[in-house]
């Protein structure tokens, strides 16, 4: 009752995925009191606002809310890849020293965001599948790791290139009773089995590698 309507987009966040119903009334109003669903959108008066908003707007599928946040967010909220430490943030016109911990947060997870995801993850845990680990980073970063269908399929990213070196990196729950390969424009990355994961190294330079057995 202290509060104006806008406030309550950080409580649907966490309500969502347990009162569907109830939490999308109260984010629809919330959006209304916040200005977002005017085109041109408002000065933004603070920071996780609009990032919850955007990610339960992918939650819930309201692509027109989706686009012109995503739109406004990419203008205002100074988004910054740096290179010498292969990490991408959000600055948010703070002029901090560092990035802002909680907002890089909410705006990391509207980033990654799918329809139904966040009621998905809150409703049962993710189902086992082979997962990339030990990469070395901040040498090595991935933009991508993404099963489709039986393949595995990566790009890396290094900041300094040195091709005559070699990364490593795992596959952990890979089934190791196939036979894997990886396909490069090089050819000149190799998949080996380890007791308990499959076992890659790759060149030190950023492009697209394949898995598949």
Do not use: K
Not at 62 to 73: G, M, P, Y
Not at 77 to 91: C, K, L, S, V, Y
Not at 144 to 165: I, K
Request: charged share 25%; hydrophobic share 45%; net charge negative.
């Amino acid at each position: 009752h202290r509060l104006p309507v806008r406030a309550a987009t950080a409580s649907c966040f966490y309500s969502a995925p347990q009162t569907p119903e109830d939490s999308r009334r109260l984010f629809d109003a919330a959006v209304v009191s916040a200005g977002f669903d005017r085109d041109p959108l408002p000065v933004f008066s603070e920071r996780r606002g609009p990032a919850v908003a955007l990610a339960l707007a992918r939650e819930w599928g309201v692509r027109d809310l989706e686009t012109r946040l995503a739109e406004a967010i990419e203008a205002r909220f100074e988004p910054t890849w740096d290179a010498e430490r292969a990490e991408f943030t959000w600055g948010l016109g703070l002029d901090e020293p560092h990035p802002r911990g909680q907002y890089n947060a909410f705006l990391a997870t509207a980033e990654a965001m799918a329809q139904g995801a966040w009621a998905r993850l809150s409703a049962a845990p993710l189902p086992d599948c082979p997962q990339v680990v030990g990469v070395d980073f901040p040498r090595v970063a991935l933009r991508r790791a993404h099963w489709v269908g039986e393949v595995l399929e990566l790009e890396l990213d290094v900041p300094h290139e040195r091709p005559r070196e070699t990364t490593t990196f795992r596959v952990a729950g890979a089934d190791l009773a196939r036979v894997w390969r990886a396909e490069t424009a090089g050819g000149d990355t190799q998949v080996d089995r380890a007791e308990d994961a499959l076992v890659v190294s790759a060149p030190l330079r950023s492009g697209a590698l394949r898995i598949r057995s």
